[in-house]
């Protein structure tokens, strides 16, 4: 018999977490952080302690309450490790797994709601991914703050500091890091990507675990699962087809069309097709657009196109502000800036994870003054090893404040609202362009940092486009529509994508309206299936 559980990203977007379990095997499906719940309790300053490890965590709801998976060293030690687990087995979604017959993760990509919990499991627990997403997770766990939320790749193991049961980091003299097992899907990768796998940048040493390669499809347990890349606004982005039991499940993680990537997603589409013909198949879906029946999407052709007609006509320097990890938007921009004669200017932690990314992917863009791409040299009275290496690396490529404010009609400066501190160092003129290409204001805190930002922006006298605000009731002005697409489907693509399918039946995640599905399925041959979280789903039951 298999089994679906969702132990998160039912009735929310993001922090998805799957177990599907079949003939006493166990595979999840993505392990994310819930960014919904973990702001209702903690922000930026507020955070878990981390000298307890997963207690704060577990009480608070944002991990799901199953004993067995976790790793050990993240356990209070002395009694409370003794009394951990009995508070907890009266939830409603407790459950007690045998690490060993879970057989791994299925990561589809190297956003936090869908990868960031990955850091607490056991690190004898594999990750399967592609080859792209793995790099770009390393990549940003070693230019990230050490703590051990952050530690999806490898791992510093905790011991308890005495008999109060606190955790402690041992010295770095003491204890390498602890690799985690990745398995990647796709082409043998090259040396240099084996090489950056196998070290970091951190004075602490690394015990390496070589990454291991699957090819197109992995056998695990009675799973047959095979990887598809599709398109995303991160980097590596894929979906799953898992069989087992005679049954198939296709899992979508976050994707879209409307990227330069669109045919990756469409080739998934069409294999979760032919499996649907031979198999019944369940589909998890994504629906973070689903209710937007409005809108169709923005295509990231348009937004460059868009963007360009702003950027045609700017005087003084241009700030171009879209999200991290968007390597997709960073290429858009280095072409609109060649395009203009103009150079672009990314952070030091830009250039690192493109560094990582393009041994997987060439065709993103390299880093030097004669390929038109810069790195800002923040001005700092220290810097993190992984900084220094950039710096080190590129020591002609380096482009200090200072020459930004004297070169400004020469530049594109890829800047989010943190790097906002450095403008009284640049100067920007009167006049220059502040060009948003990012998310909308979501929520209260959201629409804070677009006030702060605009006090920002007009105390420098510059010119803002494609910007929330709030006297439009936190819409774009019409006139400047289209300098953002959205990394998910609209709600006609989603609906398109389940009907050729044809799956037996949706389990609709990642969405805040699920319902939407059963609406606008009505009548079909399709179910409909609305999960709970915690609760377990037959699947044979499911497809009859």
């Known amino acids: 018999m298999l089994r ?6 039912v009735g929310e977007v993001g922090g998805n ?12 499906l993505d392990f994310g952080v819930s960014y919904h719940r973990r702001g209702r309790f903690y922000e930026e300053f507020l955070n878990p302690r981390s000298s307890f490890g997963i207690l704060d965590p577990l ?18 030690g002395g009694q409370a490790q003794k009394t951990l687990w009995e508070r907890y087995r009266e939830r409603p979604a407790y459950r007690s797994l045998d690490k060993d017959s879970v057989f791994g993760v299925l990561c589809s990509h190297a956003h936090l709601d869908h990868s960031g919990y990955i850091s607490v499991l056991n690190l004898d627990i594999p990750v399967y991914t592609t080859l792209l997403s793995a790099l770009v997770m390393k990549a940003i766990q ?5 703590d051990f939320e952050q530690e999806i790749v490898y791992a510093v193991e905790r011991r308890p500091r005495n008999d109060s049961g606190l955790l402690e980091t041992p010295p770095a003299s003491q204890q390498p890091a602890r690799q985690r097992p990745f398995v990647v899907f796709g082409d043998t990768p090259t040396w240099e990507a084996v090489d950056f796998w196998r070290q970091t940048p951190a004075t602490r040493p690394l015990a390496p675990k070589d990454l291991s390669f ?17 398109d995303h606004s991160i980097p590596g982005a894929a979906g799953f087809l898992v069989e087992g039991g005679g049954l198939a499940v296709a899992y979508t993680g976050d994707l879209r069309f409307h990227g330069h990537k669109g045919d990756a997603t469409e080739a998934f589409v069409r294999a979760a097709a032919e499996a649907a013909r031979r198999l019944p198949l369940v589909l998890l879906c994504e629906g973070t657009r689903a209710g937007d029946d409005d809108h169709g999407p ?4 348009q937004v460059a196109e868009r963007a360009l007609d702003f950027m045609r006509t700017a005087e003084g320097l241009i700030i171009a502000d879209f999200g991290p990890r968007n390597l997709e938007r960073l290429t858009i921009f280095h072409r609109l800036a060649r ?14 994870l493109l560094d990582a990314a393009r041994l997987a992917d060439p065709s993103l863009p390299a880093i030097g003054p004669e390929l038109d791409v810069l790195v800002y040299c923040q001005p700092k009275g220290s810097y993190e090893r992984w900084e220094q290496k950039v710096y080190d690396d590129y020591g002609s490529c380096l482009i200090t404040p200072e020459e930004v404010g004297r070169r400004q009609d020469e530049l594109v400066l890829c800047f989010s609202y943190y790097d906002l501190k450095d403008l009284p160092s640049i100067r920007p003129r009167p006049g220059s362009l502040y060009l948003y290409s990012s998310h909308e204001a979501f929520d209260e805190e959201i629409q804070m940092d677009f006030r702060r930002l605009r006090n920002w922006l007009d105390h420098f006298q510059m010119r803002y486009v494609g910007l929330p605000l709030e006297e439009l009731k936190w819409r774009v002005p019409e006139e400047q529509v289209g300098l953002h697409a ?11 994508l389940v009907q050729r399918i044809s799956p037996r039946a949706v389990v609709p995640l990642h969405t805040n309206n699920p319902h939407w599905f059963r609406q606008r399925l009505e009548g079909s041959q399709v179910r409909v299936h609305v999960p709970r979280e915690g609760q377990p789903i037959d699947l044979a039951s499911l497809v009859d």
């Open 59 to 76: 009480e608070m709801g944002l991990l799901p309450p199953l004993e067995g998976i976790y790793r050990d060293d993240l356990q209070p």
């Open 486 to 496: 959205s990394g998910h489907a609209p709600a006609r693509d989603l609906l398109e």
């Open 339 to 352: 395009h203009i004669g103009r150079q672009l200017v990314i952070l030091a932690k830009d250039a690192y």
């Open 4 to 9: 679906l559980t969702l132990l998160g990203g």
């Open 214 to 230: 699957a090819g197109g499809e992995a056998a695990l347990g009675p799973f047959r699962v095979r990887c598809y890349p599709v």
């Open 298 to 301: 923005i295509t990231e052709q």
């Open 17 to 28: 977490k799957v177990l599907l379990e079949g003939e006493g095997c166990a595979l999840f």
């Open 142 to 146: 070693d230019s990230s703050r050490s």
